[in-house]
């Protein structure tokens, strides 16, 4: 093989594992496949962890994996899936962070990881093995990387931050045990 062609090949791998593996992780939001809880069940989770209305914030995550990891599986509209996919773990990643970095204990290493190879795919291009490619690159121009995660960026930062003023408003409420509760009984 010719070096630009393991590029390319590199690239369609790295696509099909991080979009598959987005786009099943957002099916689960949506219809509960794979062992998921679908709109209802994640939309309660997400309410629970600040991001109102959970209902609706269920849908944008679940469009987000499911609609980006299915771009860059088929390398279509690259900058705009990976930049919608980065959104998505981002915010997950907020979840996360309390937890540390490693996955184990429920840290933000898992969504830190598709977030990232998403975004580094959305920048690097899907390759000549790709819808993109096929079709003259029509919706992957250069413009529409520093677009796309303009509009990502801006977002993201509106829905992860109005969470993290709601989380610490509810959190203004509330009062510290006096004593633990092993010096009570």
Same mark, same amino acid.
């Given at each position: 093989?010719?070096?630009?062609?393991?590029?390319?090949?590199?690239?369609?791998?790295?696509? @099909?594992?991080?979009?598959?593996?987005?786009?099943?992780?957002?099916t689960? %939001?949506?219809?509960?496949?794979?062992?998921?809880?679908?709109?209802?069940g994640?939309?309660?989770?997400m309410?629970?962890v600040?991001? !109102?209305?959970?209902?609706?914030?269920?849908?944008? =995550?679940?469009?987000?994996?499911?609609?980006?990891?299915?771009?860059? *599986?088929?390398?279509? +509209?690259?900058? +705009? +899936?990976?930049?919608?996919? =980065?959104? *998505?773990? *981002? $915010?997950a990643?907020?979840?996360? &962070?309390?937890n540390g970095?490693?996955?184990?204990?429920?840290?933000?290493?898992? =969504?830190? &990881?598709?977030?990232?190879? /998403?975004? $580094?795919?959305?920048? !690097?291009?899907?390759?000549?093995?790709?819808?993109?490619?096929?079709?003259?690159?029509?919706?992957?121009? $250069?413009?529409?990387?520093?677009?796309a995660?303009?509009?990502?960026? /801006?977002?993201t930062?509106?829905?992860?931050?109005?969470?993290?003023?709601?989380?610490? %408003? +509810? %959190?203004?409420?509330?009062?510290?045990? @006096?004593?633990?509760?092993?010096?009570?009984?």
């Open positions: 093989m010719r070096r630009y062609d393991r590029r390319d090949l590199g690239l369609l791998l790295l696509r @099909l594992g991080t979009g598959g593996v987005l786009a099943a992780h957002g689960q %939001k949506l219809f509960g496949w794979f062992g998921g809880h679908g709109i209802e994640t939309g309660q989770f309410e629970s600040g991001y !109102t209305p959970g209902r609706t914030s269920a849908t944008a =995550a679940g469009l987000a994996e499911t609609g980006g990891g299915a771009l860059l *599986a088929l390398g279509l +509209a690259t900058p +705009a +899936a990976g930049a919608a996919a =980065a959104g *998505a773990m *981002a $915010g990643a907020a979840v996360h &962070t309390p970095f490693f996955n184990q204990g429920g840290g933000y290493e898992y =969504a830190a &990881t598709l977030g990232l190879t /998403a975004a $580094g795919l959305a920048v !690097t291009g899907p390759g000549r093995l790709s819808l993109d490619h096929a079709l003259g690159h029509a919706v992957n121009r $250069g413009w529409m990387i520093p677009a995660f303009a509009a990502t960026a /801006a977002g930062a509106l829905v992860v931050g109005a969470r993290a003023r709601r989380l610490r %408003k +509810a %959190k203004e409420g509330e009062q510290d045990a @006096l004593f633990e509760e092993e010096f009570m009984e």
